[in-house]
């Protein structure tokens, strides 16, 4: 039987099997573990992230629904050498103290570059009970109780964001961090990124929005507002999930591909590692009619936009 290995899923490859990926940045990745070791993603951090290098990606972003990521960021950059980018994030659940300027403040010093808002800790995520929730649930059973008291909307009764919500992302733009919408409702993401519009902050991605919404053209709200869009892998990918690489394809066609980023965002023992999920994805778009520029600029030359990096990709 073959060991499989992410080396060994690079080396099965024909030459050009991964085209289509070259120059992408993953601003989506959540390594390995993400929320416990028993809980195994395919492959090790730096044996997936030398996949990504053998498939032409430029670079990851690492993300956890837990913990800083900075750490595993910097060690895994020096591993990579300087021809793959490896960014670390925040993500401002209740265990890392919420829409909080200061750990905004905390995050820059640490060296993050993207600062996600709440995803399981987001009361639209709780209100629905989320798939990250029901795995977080067989971890710590006292969960429930904690998400409740802890929860976070960044909208008031009247659909304005709080003052913690502004001083957040004014926290964000002063420090130059890219800030992803997490797990937010659609009127949340909406008074986010008009916020950011306002104050002149375009490094914002809302993130796979389409949980959200059956008609791609809704989410207008946000690209002509100058926000990028993402359109993720593993909602394709998982076994309960309810939209179809097609739904993807028919995004791209109704809001095109200047303000839309493909990412991977899995971490389930169903799935291959990061790398071969963006490559399948993006693959199967080609074939539904999605144009290799459509698909650069999606993959490689929006990331770039995202994270605020400033070179052309190859």
């Known amino acids: 039987m073959r060991d499989d290995s992410p080396d060994d899923w690079a080396a099965a490859q024909p030459d050009g099997f991964a085209d289509l990926l070259t120059g992408a940045i993953d601003v989506h990745v959540h390594g390995q573990p993400d929320l416990a070791t ?67 403040e905390l995050a820059a010093a640490h060296g993050a570059t ?6 399981w800790g ?25 998400a409740d008291e802890r929860s976070v909307r960044v909208v008031d009764g009247d659909g304005r964001l709080t003052g913690a919500a502004r001083e957040t992302l004014d926290a964000c733009a002063e420090r130059g961090l890219s800030v992803g919408t997490g797990h937010l409702g659609l009127a949340e993401s909406t008074a986010v990124v008009e916020y950011c519009a306002a104050i002149g902050h375009d490094r914002v991605l809302v993130t796979h929005p389409l949980h959200y919404v059956d008609d791609a053209a809704e989410l207008r709200r946000f690209t002509d507002t100058g926000a990028l869009v993402e359109l993720a892998a593993a909602p394709l990918l998982h076994p309960e999930g309810h939209l179809h690489v097609r739904d993807l394809a028919r995004a791209v066609h109704v809001l095109g591909p200047d303000r839309l980023v493909l990412s991977s965002d899995v971490f389930s023992r169903w799935v291959p590692p990061e790398p071969e999920c963006l490559r399948v994805v993006a693959e199967q778009l080609r074939h539904l009619g999605v144009e290799p520029p459509a698909l650069h600029r999606m993959l490689a030359v929006n990331p770039r936009r995202f994270l605020g990096l400033d070179q052309e990709p190859p």
């Open 38 to 104: 028993a809980l195994p993603n395919r492959g090790d951090d730096l044996g997936v992230l030398r996949l990504a290098q053998r498939y032409g990606l430029a670079g990851w972003v690492l993300k956890s629904h837990l913990w800083p990521t900075t750490d595993r960021a910097a060690l895994l950059q020096r591993a990579a050498g300087p021809d793959f980018t490896v960014r670390g994030s925040f993500t401002l659940n209740p265990t890392l103290g919420g829409v909080c300027p200061t750990v905004v």
């Open 114 to 119: 993207v600062i996600f808002l709440p995803t």
């Open 122 to 146: 987001a009361a639209a995520d709780v209100d629905r009970d989320g798939y990250v929730t029901t795995l977080l649930r067989r971890i710590a059973p006292s969960l429930d109780g904690f």
